[in-house]
Structure formats: structure tokens, C-alpha cells
């Protein structure tokens, strides 16, 4: 059973950082495009960042570069956002979502996705 657990999320001051984790299991997030995506109150859900393991390929958002880092660990098969010098329109719900191969710069749209986790939220204070 495929299943994308996020973990993490919470309280932060502007400026500050904060690291969200999502636990995979029932396949090989290597194999994968493993993406995080937010959606703030009356926003559109959008595309943070996502990462290709096999094809060595990390994409971000325009408005997160510089700032937001995903990596994955295989050992854990977990895949981590690493988030810093966060801002308050950063404050959404954050999903983790996994596709099966490589997207490459298709990689932001939601609609590719098959599996999600169930969202942790994140919000900076100014």
C-alpha cells in the first residue's frame, strides 16, 4: 500500500526555518518524482519544489529559490524540505505528492501526481 506521510510543519517567526519530512512507503521514492506543493487559504494550489533521484534533477519555484532545499534520503525513503529565510506568504498547508518516473520541468503540475500525503501545516508569523 503506497502511502506518503508529511511531518514537521508548524510555527515559525519570519526570517526563521523549519524542515518538512515525508515518510514514503509501499514504493521507492528513488524511482519516483517526489514533489511538495502548499495551498494557502483562497489560493490555488501550487508547486514548491520537486526532485528526480535517478535522473539527478532538483526544480523549484521561482518564488522559494534560494531559499527552500529538497533532498531525499534512501536510506529512510523519506523526502525532505529543508525551508529558510521563511517569509509570511510562505504560511499554507504543505503536500507531499509522488508520480511514478521522470517529469522533469512538467514536474508543477498537481494533476501528475497519483499519490499525496495528508498536508502539515506551516505558518510564519511577521
Known amino acids: 500500500e503506497v502511502q506518503l506521510v508529511e511531518s514537521g510543519g508548524g510555527l515559525v517567526q519570519a526570517g526563521g526555518s523549519l524542515r518538512l519530512s515525508c515518510a514514503a512507503s509501499?514504493?521507492?521514492?528513488?524511482?519516483?518524482?517526489m514533489a511538495w506543493f502548499r495551498q494557502a487559504p483562497g489560493k490555488e494550489r501550487e508547486g514548491v519544489a520537486a526532485?528526480?533521484?535517478?535522473?539527478?534533477?532538483?526544480y523549484y519555484a521561482d518564488s522559494v529559490k534560494g531559499r527552500f532545499t529538497i533532498s531525499t534520503d534512501s536510506a529512510k525513503n523519506t523526502v525532505n524540505l529543508q525551508m529558510n529565510s521563511l517569509k509570511p506568504e510562505d504560511t499554507a498547508v504543505y503536500y507531499c505528492?509522488?508520480?511514478?518516473?521522470?517529469?522533469?520541468?512538467?514536474?508543477?503540475?498537481?494533476?501528475?501526481?497519483?499519490?499525496w500525503g495528508q498536508g502539515t501545516q506551516v505558518t510564519v508569523s511577521s
Open positions: 509501499g514504493f521507492t521514492a528513488a524511482f519516483y518524482t
Open positions: 526532485i528526480s533521484v535517478k535522473h539527478d534533477g532538483t
Open positions: 505528492a509522488a508520480v511514478d518516473g521522470y517529469r522533469g520541468m512538467s514536474w508543477y503540475h498537481d494533476w501528475l501526481y497519483d499519490y
